[in-house]
């Protein structure tokens, strides 16, 4: 608990140039976009439903087609060491949900409420380990968005992420239908593999104007 505490008073890099340059988190431009990267578990019904969701997001948005976002998709693998890294260093402390997200992977309670489950200080120091993840030895579905710092492995979460892409950040992106979530993915064609076994495709989603990130302070507002 102590070095949750700790570490809590130590701004993620992305929080202090926001801090910095206001404007500079609501400028990307479309070179500058980093792909989102999707953790999906093909046996998960959930992990179906925001690929499907994703799906839906890429064929109801109207958008030129030079602008778009690409996202990796890493199908029944575990959380990178690099992702996890990126997450501890520069997401933890953006919005509360993120830390939340990552006490639902790390103790196997992805069905527990999360405002019961930050409220648990006993078990948040075990996230500070890679290794904890690891001996899990399970995948979720989570989805890592870079340009925001923001993770997403429910509805709520995954429109977090996606107000940053739409026209004016308050639609809602919830709607997909059940052919979608049953078949998954859709690529662009292009695939690589990750290296450790799994499946790794590339997909495009289109955007319009870009919102500012939801840092912590604005929490109470989603």
């Known amino acids: 608990m102590l070095r949750s505490i700790i570490k809590s008073f130590k701004p993620s890099a992305s929080f202090s140039s926001s801090i910095i340059s206001p404007k500079s ?43 778009k976002i690409t996202f990796n998709l890493k199908t029944n693998e575990q959380l990178s060491e690099s992702d996890y890294k990126f997450i501890i260093d520069e997401c933890l402390y953006i919005h509360p949900d993120n830390k939340s997200i990552l006490l ?12 019961k489950l930050i409220k648990d200080f006993t078990l948040h120091d075990s996230i500070f380990e890679y290794n904890n993840l690891i001996n899990n030895n399970k995948s979720y579905p989570l989805i890592i968005d870079y340009n925001h710092c923001l993770i997403a492995n429910d509805d709520a979460s995954f429109d977090r992420i996606m107000m940053n892409y739409l026209t004016c950040g308050i639609q809602n992106t919830t709607s997909s239908n ?20 799994g499946n790794n495709s590339t997909g495009t989603v289109k955007y319009n104007d870009l919102v500012h990130p939801h840092m912590a302070e604005f929490a109470d507002l989603f």
Not at 32 to 61: E, G, I, R
Not at 178 to 197: D, E, I, K, L, V
């Open 178 to 197: 059940s052919t979608t979530a049953s078949h998954g993915f859709t690529t662009n064609g292009n695939s690589s593999s990750s290296g450790n076994g």
């Open 25 to 67: 988190t609501t400028s990307l431009s479309t070179s500058s976009l980093k792909p989102l990267t999707v953790y999906h578990n093909s046996n998960l019904l959930v992990s179906h439903q925001l690929v499907a969701k994703l799906n839906n997001f890429n064929s109801t948005t109207d958008s030129p087609t030079n602008n």
């Open 104 to 115: 639902q992977i790390f103790h196997n309670k992805y069905h527990m409420d999360k405002k």
